[in-house]
């Protein structure tokens, strides 16, 4: 498990006394599993001294200068069950082995999630995991094996109730999308950070269009890593920093393990979920599968919904130095959309609906091969191969929402992408006076191919994505080609057992193009067209850069630490989104890249064994920011619109916190309960500035809630568990205008909205049973006004529902 875990435990084991000599030696060994396989990142902590490290990738650890006397040793990893000895040094040193039991079926259910409490269901990554360093950046791990949060429906306000500063959007109740931004950062379809499954990528294209349309399931997940805008220079050049999400392994203990979950939920909520896992091959073989299947009607009229989703993962111990590793994904889904609400509209009934002609759908296949080889125990490669091939097609009625949809010809986008990638990283340790440290190299390779197509489709109400005239559609047809190759390199400085400096820089080339044609439109007063023009387009961009950083990480003790980090980041522009045509926004047509750099101060940790802490504070620049501002339309109609373009410089500085406490833990006086509580607040400023709009200038950054404050508790009593949160987010603008009421609800207030979320589970070894009851006050309340689909206008939240979910493990 983790560190916090790890000072628990011995904060209540007993003390043991030792002499003093002049001599001193060891405890060494080695750590593995019950295949005799090392492992290596396992976590050992001694008592008298206390001192926590890490095993080694041949799975050995070593405490150096002891002196004679009485040892408590603790052994844990995750997934593995807890070991624990007592060591009596007398003359000589000691070699002392750990071999590991995976958890869950050699302990009772109870026993396993007394070890698991601990860590309060989040955590953070290692200073060095998975080819990639962590050392002095701020990352948030959530575990979903400990989360009692609504898994079916994906329910983001629950999953990352305690990961701080993130604004949610609540598009769908379903989970079908992923909409979340930190720090200021735009939540649209997370496209501020670096979406990845298993460490490769997952978005649509990760320059062109950095859109996530495909979300994992949170029932097949291990954990989501969370690293904030440092992690540009290992995973790419984003703002938001990175967003990982890791799935599960397959049992280690069995040949195969099933799982199933069946679960039920309001307005016709249905959705199965059904896994297969084991390990074959005498141990060397591994791999984890999943198929799901959810349906609804949707908490709105016309907002139906049907996914289909599939996985399989192998992993093959080739040797003991290399491993294989092949991910495949499909999962394909089709949404009818309810379209938005005018503030009015949505005062009378969130649950109504005006447009019943629209429909959106996504299919998405992802491909992954990956390559490990362990050099020795000093050095290891990894190459990651994936592809892409995937589309998006929505077809409706895109007018403004106070527009009567009087039937016509609808509009059709279509997006088909295809992408390939390659990214090789050599990570390699060594020592200087005794301090270990750590070289991360690696080359990114990138290819994408998307095409864009809009045009009109035919005048009825069926989920129909056919153009009338494909081989000449009415408003744009295009082709994105982009290419991407960059180096990076950073390295842990570890100066003394205390303090370490991680510098690093990236070098990037991008080259990005458009190659197509866009029609414009002169209408009259009555609103028909009088004239149109065609314009072709063949046009190319490259560029090059290079990115910088340093983290440093002091430790104050053997409980908390105080980090502090810079990175400068970069986000390219969206050459996908420049030829939309769209009544509700105009792209400017000489809109340029974003620059600008991250920087965080922190300090985490934890108090004695019930208190855990961590407290931020971030500065994010920005030059040239892409936002939207609202403008007056041109004569005959003067309709008001979304001015989408490098509207100014912006700022966004904060203060984030996360406080934890255990009031009761299980012990002699409170057998088999315990009772924690938490914290979660964000403080975010961000304003434009340097603007030469002086209707903007110093106006605060849309989408950019000031004040985000989640609490909530989780009582535990043998196999039942409760959980409760209240989440509040603070009033904020959806334009840079900063506009508060407008007749197309597209720009506006978001007025300040607070929910309540309850969930109570039963768990046996074999079955289980969970209740959720999300929004239980049944709150009216909205994220987001859209400007395109899912709206335009309002899109509100749904309202109280209910699920009930049924597990069964074989």
């Not at 990352?160 to 200021?184: C, M």
């Not at 996360?658 to 006086?669: A, P, V």
Request: charge should be neutral; aromatic fraction near 14%; charged fraction near 20%.
């Amino acid at each position: 498990m983790r560190i916090a875990l790890l000072h628990i435990i011995l904060t209540i084991c007993c003390l043991s006394s030792f002499s003093v000599h002049a001599q001193t030696y060891e405890i060494s060994g080695t750590v593995s599993d019950t295949a005799g396989k090392p492992i290596s990142g396992a976590s050992i902590i001694l008592k008298n001294p206390e001192s926590i490290i890490y095993t080694a990738e041949n799975g050995r650890y070593v405490f150096k200068k002891l002196k004679p006397g009485k040892f408590q040793v603790i052994c844990f990893a995750p997934g593995k069950a807890l070991k624990f000895v007592e060591i009596d040094i007398v003359q000589s040193s000691v070699e002392q082995d750990f071999v590991l039991q995976d958890l869950a079926k050699d302990l009772d259910v109870f026993e396993v999630e007394q070890e698991r409490e601990q860590t309060f269901g989040l955590t953070r990554l290692k200073s060095v995991d998975d080819f990639a360093i962590y050392e002095g950046k701020k990352s948030e791990v959530v575990l979903l094996g400990e989360s009692k949060a609504n898994l079916a429906t994906n329910n983001a306000r629950q999953v990352y109730a305690k990961v701080t500063g993130l604004n949610i959007w609540e598009s769908d109740g379903a989970g079908l999308q992923l909409g979340i931004g930190g720090r200021g950062l735009n939540p649209n379809r997370t496209a501020s950070f670096n979406v990845r499954q298993n460490g490769y990528d997952i978005s649509a294209d990760a320059l062109g269009y950095p859109e996530s349309y495909y979300t994992p399931p949170n029932e097949a997940l291990e954990r989501i890593e969370v690293v904030r805008g440092a992690a540009s220079l290992q995973y790419g050049t984003q703002f938001g920093g990175l967003l990982n999400f890791r799935f599960k392994k397959g049992s280690y203990r069995r040949k195969a393990e099933l799982v199933s979950r069946q679960t039920l939920g309001s307005w016709g909520f249905f959705n199965s979920f059904n896994s297969l896992g084991g390990t074959v091959a005498k141990g060397r073989l591994n791999y984890y599968g999943f198929a799901q299947f959810k349906r609804g009607n949707g908490y709105r009229d016309n907002s139906g919904f049907q996914q289909v989703n599939a996985y399989a993962s192998v992993v093959y111990d080739l040797t003991d130095k290399w491993k294989l590793q092949f991910d495949i994904t499909k999962m394909y889904y089709l949404a009818q959309q309810a379209g938005g609400l005018t503030d009015k509209t949505f005062e009378e009934d969130p649950t109504q609906s005006f447009r019943e002609r629209n429909w959106f759908t996504v299919d998405w296949n992802l491909a992954s091969f990956q390559i490990s080889h362990k050099f020795n125990s000093h050095t290891e490669l990894n190459i990651r191969n994936f592809g892409l091939l995937a589309s998006r097609k929505s077809v409706g009625n895109l007018e403004r929402i106070n527009v009567i949809d009087f039937g016509g010809n609808r509009t059709l986008i279509d997006g088909d992408f295809e992408n390939i990638g390659n990214e090789t990283r050599l990570l390699h340790r060594y020592r200087i006076n005794n301090q270990m440290q750590v070289l991360a190299f690696g080359v990114r390779l990138y290819k994408g191919h998307t095409s864009a197509r809009q045009g009109d489709a035919n005048n009825e109400s069926e989920a129909s994505f056919s153009y009338l005239n494909p081989d000449n559609v009415e408003n744009s047809d295009y082709l994105f080609p982009n290419y991407n190759a960059a180096v990076f390199v950073e390295h842990i400085f570890r100066i003394n057992s205390k303090l370490s400096i991680t510098p690093g820089i990236r070098y990037e080339f991008i080259s990005t193009g458009a190659e197509g044609y866009y029609r414009t439109f002169v209408y009259d007063f009555a609103g028909n067209i009088i004239s149109e023009n065609r314009v072709d387009e063949n046009s190319k961009r490259e560029r090059s850069f290079l990115l910088a950083g340093v983290g440093i990480k002091h430790s104050l003790g053997k409980q908390s630490d105080v980090y502090a980090n810079f990175s400068q980041n970069y986000r390219a522009i969206n050459f996908s989104d420049l030829r939309i045509v769209n009544p509700n926004f105009v792209v400017d047509p000489n809109i340029r890249d974003e620059q600008g750099y991250t920087a965080d101060l922190g300090i985490r940790g934890q108090a004695g064994k019930r208190f855990r802490y961590e407290v931020t504070t971030f500065y994010i620049s920005y030059e040239g920011k892409i936002g939207q501002v609202l403008k007056t339309g041109v004569a005959p109609l003067y309709n008001d619109f979304r001015f989408r373009g490098n509207i100014a410089d912006a700022r966004n500085f904060g203060l984030e916190s996360l406080l934890e406490y255990s009031i009761i833990q299980s012990d002699t006086m409170h057998k088999h309960v315990d009772l924690n509580v938490y914290s979660n607040l964000a403080y975010v400023n961000a304003r434009y500035i340097n603007s030469e709009d002086a209707s903007i200038n110093n106006n605060q950054v849309e989408m950019v809630p000031p004040f985000i404050f989640r609490t909530g508790l989780d009582f535990h009593y043998r196999r039942l568990r409760l959980n409760a949160m209240y989440a509040f987010t603070y009033e904020h603008f959806s334009d840079a205008s900063n506009a508060v009421l407008t007749a197309t609800a597209v720009e506006g207030l978001i007025p300040s909205y607070q929910i309540v979320d309850l969930s109570l589970s039963y768990d046996r070894k074999v079955w289980g049973l969970q209740f959720t009851l999300n929004n239980a006050l049944n709150e009216s309340y909205f994220t987001r006004r859209a400007e395109s689909y899912p709206g335009p206008g309002i899109i509100p939240a749904d309202g109280r529902a209910y699920y009930l979910t049924l597990q069964f493990k074989i």
